[in-house]
């Protein structure tokens, strides 16, 4: 069976090509390396993590969920509607991609077999595991676009 790309092998491409060693990052980051390691071992961490360690490196990185041939990435949506009174933005490419491709938190829920709460947490702290991100696109025969982009000073 042919294994899946990493999940967090766009960090683990990134941190190469930067030449930031496990060291580097963990100092970056005030944890331990072993914790460094812990990620990249479980192939998971949350997304606001990911961000936060692309911030400190001067670098944004973003995700969309896009289908085959579409983008969400011009689609003209009311993105205010989506991300709500509380301008909790982490997850807006999901409440695009689930407006736009028709998808609702109870089907994924269940199509995850997880419980319908988890789902609406994840919206409500506005924060999500990547694997998460991973499995859902999968589940919706979705891509998971990753875009990093420096920063520009100022």
Not at 10 to 29: N, P, R, W
């Amino acid at each position: 069976m042919e294994r899946p790309e990493k999940r967090l092998q766009f960090l683990e491409s990134f941190l190469a090509a930067q030449k930031v060693s496990i060291t580097q990052l963990a100092d970056l980051m005030n944890v331990s390396r072993q914790n460094i390691h812990t990620y990249f071992r479980r192939d998971d961490m949350r997304l606001s993590y990911a961000q936060e360690i692309f911030n400190r490196l001067g670098y944004t990185l973003s995700i969309s969920m896009e289908r085959e041939g579409t983008s969400t990435s011009p689609i003209l949506l009311d993105i205010e509607s989506l991300v709500g009174q509380n301008g909790l933005t982490r997850l807006a490419f999901m409440r695009v991609a689930f407006k736009m491709y028709g998808i609702s938190r109870e089907d994924v829920a269940n199509r995850l077999g997880i419980n319908y709460a988890g789902v609406g947490r994840w919206f409500r702290v506005d924060d999500i595991a990547i694997s998460y991100i991973f499995e859902i696109a999968e589940l919706y025969d979705l891509n998971v676009k990753v875009t990093i982009k420096q920063k520009q000073s100022s």
